[in-house]
């Protein structure tokens, strides 16, 4: 109930291309959904989030597709740059008072873009 | 100096040393958190702090010992480690428990002989 399964695990993208990571979660409690970036000798930076009351959000070439009822979550990396390469993270959350801000988080997805 | 740090970046500890781990934040932040970051597995929440009080213990052996002296300072003391503790391990904050984002600082890589 509190897993976050995320895949593929690896994923190879020529420069240019798009790069999509999805996540499934069982727990409809969760109503906050963030994807972090980390990159080698890093820690996971937040690169962009989502609430449940929208389906869509993109900030620049990043874009989470959100369907609720498939309680599943995407990651769109459009026109994927060398510079993407990295470890991306999907995670859930619950929010409120009381709540101990637990994120769950998925296993990861390693990118590589080739140039 | 801004953001979360984490001190050492790395640390090598045979199974019957004490050492301890050291997280600074300076965001104003109310709320931190350790987790543990092992290969190929999702990041396991270890302890969380809400205004220097211990509100989740993620079912952590005690050989893992955290202390919160203020909001700002988070430590994690470690004695007789065993080898399947080496992993990196991370540093959060938050505003408050319950809210997001959680900024990481860049941890602390782990090895025990």
């Known amino acids: 109930q509190q897993q976050v399964k995320q895949s593929p695990q690896s994923l190879i993208v020529q420069k240019g291309g798009i790069s999509i990571i999805n996540c499934a979660y069982e727990n409809t409690a969760f109503d906050y959904f963030p994807w972090y970036q980390q990159f080698p000798g890093k820690g996971p930076a937040l690169l962009i989030a989502?609430?449940?009351?929208?389906s869509e959000k993109k900030e620049g070439r990043f874009t989470i597709s959100f369907n609720k009822s498939a309680k599943q979550f995407s990651l769109h990396i459009m026109d994927s740059q060398p510079g993407d390469s990295a470890t991306y993270f999907c995670?859930?959350?619950?929010?409120?008072?009381?709540?101990?801000?637990?994120?769950?988080f998925g296993q990861g997805t390693t990118l590589q873009v080739k140039p | 100096e801004t953001g979360v740090t984490q001190t050492p970046r790395h640390l090598v500890m045979g199974m019957t040393n004490k050492k301890s781990l050291k997280c600074e934040q300076h965001?104003?932040?109310?709320?931190m958190y350790w987790y543990k970051q092992s290969a190929k597995k999702p990041l396991e929440l270890m302890f969380v702090?809400?205004?220097?009080?211990?509100?989740e213990n993620n079912s952590v052996p005690s050989r893992f010992s955290p202390e919160c002296p203020n909001s700002s300072h988070l430590f994690l003391h470690l004695h007789t480690l065993q080898p399947e503790d080496s992993a990196l391990y991370l540093c959060?904050?938050?505003?408050?428990?319950?809210?997001?984002?959680?900024?990481f600082g860049d941890g602390t890589r782990l090895s025990i002989l």
């Open positions: 995670a859930a959350s619950t929010r409120g008072s009381g709540n101990t801000g637990k994120l769950i």
């Open positions: 965001l104003g932040h109310n709320a």
């Open positions: 702090y809400n205004f220097k009080e211990q509100t």
């Open positions: 959060a904050s938050s505003q408050v428990t319950g809210t997001q984002p959680q900024h």
């Open positions: 989502i609430r449940p009351d929208v």
